[in-house]
T-cell receptor, first 113, second 112 residues
């Protein structure tokens, strides 16, 4: 079974702090994704990566950056957290050979005070 | 990617079949139908996908109409643990890096 893990299930940070959210997948997938999910807005794509050191902006990249130094690991960085970044963050991965089916992690609920 | 329409909510009795409809009337020939579900406070879970033939796996069956303009996800014997939001997504295998667009989905409530 594909396993996607995220570093924390719940996180509380203060405005202005730098926040790192980490995602690890164990299936050697080429593609990795970061989404945020908010009530009434559904899932929105922040960034994705199709290879090590490669990244592409999604629909809402402002205020975020990402890092992919190893194939299995994809980090989302909030340089200076703000209250409007309070949300559920979801990581996913997919394989070119697997029909592009995305497999999701359990999510990190981030609260910025 | 084509747009989908799903009912906002449905109810089902435990042990009965749950039939979740999805309309995708603007689907094009190379677009697949995917179903995911999301149990409260968890990440979305892949269920099944298909192009034009009906598909079945250990979780569910997917019935796609001959004109491909609609589909139905069938959970043959719903349990309380199947209570979740179910998302129908249509996407092309040629859509770059396979990003997904989730709509509002159908909230399925399975009751005892």
């Amino acid at each position: 079974d594909v396993k996607v893990t995220q570093s924390s299930r719940y996180l509380v940070k203060r405005t202005g702090e730098k926040v790192f959210l980490e995602c690890v997948q164990d299936m050697d997938h080429e593609n990795m994704f970061w989404y945020r999910q908010d009530p009434g807005l559904g899932l929105r794509l922040i960034y994705f990566s199709y290879d090590v050191k490669m990244k592409e902006k999604g629909d809402i990249p402002e205020g975020y950056s990402v890092s992919r130094e190893k194939k299995e690991r994809f980090s989302l960085i909030l340089e200076s957290a703000s209250t409007n970044q309070t949300s559920m963050y979801l990581c996913a991965s997919s394989s070119i050979t697997g029909g592009y089916t995305q497999y999701f992690g359990p999510g990190t609920r981030l609260t910025v005070l | 990617d084509a747009k989908t329409t799903q009912p906002p909510s449905m109810d089902c009795a435990e042990g009965r079949a749950a039939n979740l409809p999805c309309n995708h009337s603007t689907i094009s020939g190379n677009e697949y139908v995917y179903w995911y579900r999301q149990i409260h406070s968890q990440g979305p879970q892949y269920i099944i996908h298909g192009l034009k033939n009906n598909e079945t796996n250990e979780m569910a069956s997917l019935i796609i109409t001959e004109d491909r303009k609609s589909s139905t996800l069938i959970l043959p014997h719903a349990t309380l643990r199947d209570t979740a939001v179910y998302y129908c997504i249509v996407r092309s295998m040629n859509s770059g890096y396979s990003t997904l667009t989730f709509g509002k989905g159908t909230m399925l409530l399975v009751s005892p």
